[in-house]
T-cell receptor, first 115, second 113 residues
Framework: GESVGLHLPTLSVQEGDNSIINCAYSNSASDYFIWYKQESGKGPQFIIDIRSNMDKRQGQRVTVLLNKTVKHLSLQIAATQPGDSAVYFCAENPPGGTSYGKLTFGQGTILTVHP | EPEVTQTPSHQVTQMGQEVILRCVPISNHLYFYWYRQILGQKVEFLVSFYNNEISEKSEIFDDQFSVERPDGSNFTLKIRSTKLEDSAMYFC???????????FGSGTQLSVL
C-alpha cells in the first residue's frame, strides 16, 4: 500500500547549524512531493516541492533532494534559526487524474533549534 | 500572501449533533480539499472537490460527511451525526491547479463530547 514515513521523529540542532530531515516513501509511482512545516496551532505551511523529473530543488535556505532509486526525500535547512522549530512533514501525491491533491503525509519530524 | 480562512477555530459539540465547518479558499483557486489530523497522528485526506462536485474521497468520508460550495466563495464540511472519534483538527486546503502549491488553513479543532 501507499505510505510515507520519516526516519527520525525528533531532531535537535544549534542555531546556525544546517539541518537535514529525511523521509522515505513507498509509492514508486508518486511524481510530486512536498515538504510542509507545521507550527503549534497552525495548519501545514508549504515549504518547497519537487517533481519526480528532478533530483534537487533549492529555495530560500532550503533544499529538497529526491532519490528515486531508494525512494528517499530529504529537506535541508541552511543556517537553522529558532523560528524554524516546528514539525516537518513530507507528503507525496500519487499520479493520475483525481488523485492529485490526495496527499499522503508522513508522521512528521519535530525540529528543535536551540539558541 | 493570500490565505485559506477557516471558522470557527474551535468547535465543541455533543455526540450525535450536526456540525458545519466553514472555509473560505483563496479566491482564484479551483481545487478544494478537506483533511483532518487526529492528535498525534498523520494528516489524513478526506475529500477533494472540483467543478462543484466531489472528485475523490477517502474511506473516512462516509455517509455522515458532506461538502458544499454554496455561493462560490465558501466551502463547507458537514458532519451529520458526530461521533467521539470525529474529534480532530480539520484542515481546509485549496490550490489553483494540480501539481501546484496546496495551501492549508489554520484548521478547526473539533471536540466531540
Amino acid at each position: 500500500g501507499e505510505s510515507v514515513g520519516l526516519h527520525l521523529p525528533t531532531l535537535s540542532v544549534q542555531e546556525g547549524d544546517n539541518s537535514i530531515i529525511n523521509c522515505a516513501y513507498s509509492n514508486s509511482a508518486s511524481d510530486y512531493f512536498i515538504w510542509y512545516k507545521q507550527e503549534s496551532g497552525k495548519g501545514p505551511q508549504f515549504i518547497i516541492d519537487i517533481r519526480s523529473n528532478m533530483d534537487k530543488r533549492q529555495g530560500q535556505r532550503v533544499t529538497v533532494l529526491l532519490n528515486k532509486t531508494v525512494k528517499h526525500l530529504s529537506l535541508q535547512i541552511a543556517a537553522t534559526q529558532p523560528g524554524d522549530s516546528a514539525v516537518y512533514f513530507c507528503a507525496e501525491n500519487p499520479p493520475g487524474g483525481t488523485s492529485y491533491g490526495k496527499l499522503t503525509f508522513g508522521q512528521g519530524t519535530i525540529l528543535t533549534v536551540h539558541p | 500572501e493570500p490565505e485559506v480562512t477557516q471558522t470557527p477555530s474551535h468547535q465543541v459539540t455533543q455526540m450525535g449533533q450536526e456540525v458545519i465547518l466553514r472555509c473560505v479558499p483563496i479566491s482564484n483557486h479551483l481545487y478544494f480539499y478537506w483533511y483532518r489530523q487526529i492528535l498525534g497522528q498523520k494528516v489524513e485526506f478526506l475529500v477533494s472537490f472540483y467543478n462543484n462536485e466531489i472528485s475523490e474521497k477517502s474511506e473516512i468520508f462516509d455517509d455522515q460527511f458532506s461538502v458544499e460550495r454554496p455561493d462560490g466563495s465558501n466551502f463547507t464540511l458537514k458532519i451529520r451525526s458526530t461521533k467521539l472519534e470525529d474529534s480532530a483538527m480539520y484542515f481546509c486546503a485549496s490550490r489553483v491547479r494540480v501539481l501546484e502549491k496546496l495551501f492549508f488553513g489554520s484548521g478547526t479543532q473539533l471536540s466531540v463530547l
